[in-house]
């Protein structure tokens, strides 16, 4: 488990987002206009699929909102 991770090895949060992809597994990264429809056919397909986020320009790191 993450959390045991970051408590045990005293690893920042930030560094964890960093370093490991936090159990999220796959990621595909698709126009914004097909999101909703991609992530429909992977639900239809039995997969567990979810809106995660955007891509921004910015400082080459992860970013939390």
């Given amino acids: ?3 045991a991770v970051m408590e045990r090895g005293a ?3 930030e ?3 960093r370093t490991f992809n936090m159990g ?4 595909a990264i698709v126009a914004a ?3 909703p429809a991609v992530v429909d056919e992977l639900r239809r397909r039995g997969q567990d699929a979810w ?3 955007d891509v921004q320009a910015g400082e080459s790191r992860v970013s939390l909102v």
């Fill in 1 to 3: 488990e993450f959390r």
């Fill in 33 to 35: 206009a097909d999101a």
């Fill in 15 to 17: 560094e964890m987002y």
């Fill in 24 to 27: 999220v597994g796959m990621i």
């Fill in 11 to 13: 690893v920042p949060e």
């Fill in 51 to 53: 809106l995660m986020g």
